[in-house]
Each structure stands twice: as C-alpha cells, then as structure tokens.
C-alpha cells in the first residue's frame, strides 16, 4: 500500500537555524498539507498546496515558514529562523482528486528546537 | 464547520465492541461525517466517512441517524492495538476550506 514519508524522523536544531523537513507523498495525489502538532495539543492546520502554490493557510504559518515542490516527488516545509516553539511533531499529508477529507499523513519529524 | 463534541476518554475491554459517540447539532445538507484514528507518535490515519445511515469497511461501521445530529463510530472485537485517539470531524466535501479541523479526539484505552 502507497503511504506518504517524512524525513528525518528527528530533527533537534538551535533556536535561529533553519531547517528543512522534507515529505514525498503518495505518487498519484495532487493535494499536499502540512499540519503540526505540539505535544499533549491537538494537531494544528498549517498549509494547504495545490498546482505548486499555496491555497490556504493558516495564521501559525507566517513569513517565517514556506513550503516547495522542487521537483516530482519531494514535498518541503522550510522555516528560516526557528523559534522555541516551533518544537513539534510536523505531519505532511495528502490525498487524491475528489476526496478531500480523506487525508494521507505521514508518520511525522519530530523537530526539537533548543 | 460544524462543531463537534465527543466524549474526552473510553476505556474498554479487549473482545469487547466499542460505540464512540459524536454530537454535531449544527450539521448543515452538505456535511460529511469523517473519523480519523492516531497512534501515538504518529500521523493520523483516516478511518471511514459517511453522510447518513450505515457505512462499514474492514477497520469500523458509522451509524448516522436520520437526523444526523450525531454519529456513532463502531470498533468491533477491539484489541490492544485499537489504543488510539478517535476524531470526529464535519465539513463539506465539495467546497470550502481544504483543511482539516482536529479536535481534541476520544482517547480510547483497550484494558486487557
């Protein structure tokens, strides 16, 4: 079975650094997402993606964060300087044409901002 | 998007059924009732969806009453591995915003 992956599973950077969470998700889906969820918190919206550009977003994703589709596959949340509470769990997500609430998620990156 | 309330936890027994209840008085025509279920530390994975009476696939059965002011999300001989959160989510299926909205979820707790 097809399944979305999310790499790397854990990321610990200093508070200011960037960084690159990277997904691929299912081949023949054309919606991608990014959702976070910080710990013991309810998984949050971030972005939505669709024909290389953003079609919504919520208020958590500022200027700090963007999102790319280099090429075919690969799927990226960047955030250029990250803070404290940037630390959680990140979810890509996505899914097929006509099935918008049946999602596809990742198993996440852990991202620890020290 | 309809606002939802399910209880915070169950518990049950292993071989046991299990009934997940979720209210969403204010459903409008075009709303869709979709459960998503995650494991620990991972991503969540949708279970099943449904718009009114009976739906099952191999994982759950939903049960949508005719009024569809509530929905019951059925697990069925549970085991451990069925430990999860449970979500409830209501929205429309052709437009609106693309997100999905998460609440809290049912913690469910498979005693064995």
């Known amino acids: 079975e097809p399944e979305v992956t999310q790499t790397p599973s854990h990321q610990v950077t200093q508070m200011g650094q960037e960084v690159i969470l990277r997904c691929v998700p299912i081949?023949?889906?054309?919606?991608f997402y990014w959702y976070r969820q910080i710990l013991g918190q309810k998984v949050e919206f971030l972005v939505s993606?669709?024909?290389?550009?953003?079609?919504?977003k919520s208020e958590i994703f500022d200027d700090q964060f963007s999102v790319e589709r280099p090429d075919g596959s690969n799927f990226t949340l960047k955030i250029r300087s990250t803070k404290l509470e940037d630390s959680a769990m990140y979810f890509c997500?996505?899914?097929?044409?006509?099935?918008?609430?049946?999602?596809?998620f990742g198993p996440g990156t852990r991202l620890t901002v020290t | 998007l309809a606002k939802t309330t399910q209880p915070i936890s169950m518990d049950s027994y292993e071989g046991q059924e299990v009934n997940i209840t979720c209210s969403h008085n204010?459903?409008?025509?075009?709303?869709?009732i979709t459960w998503y279920q995650q494991f620990p530390s991972q991503g969540p994975r949708f279970i099943i969806q449904?718009?009114?009476t009976k739906v099952t696939n191999e994982v759950a059965s939903l049960f949508i009453p005719a009024d569809r002011k509530s929905s019951t999300l059925s697990l069925p001989r549970v085991s451990l591995s069925d430990t999860a959160v449970y979500y409830c989510?209501?929205?429309?299926?052709?437009?609106?915003?693309?997100?999905?909205?998460f609440g809290t979820g049912t913690r469910l707790t498979i005693i064995p």
């Open positions: 993606f669709y024909n290389n550009e953003i079609s919504e």
């Open positions: 989510l209501v929205g429309d299926m052709n437009f609106g915003n693309e997100k999905l909205t």
């Open positions: 997500a996505s899914r097929p044409s006509g099935r918008r609430y049946e999602q596809y």
């Open positions: 081949s023949n889906h054309l919606y």
């Open positions: 449904g718009y009114k």
């Open positions: 204010n459903i409008a025509t075009n709303d869709y």
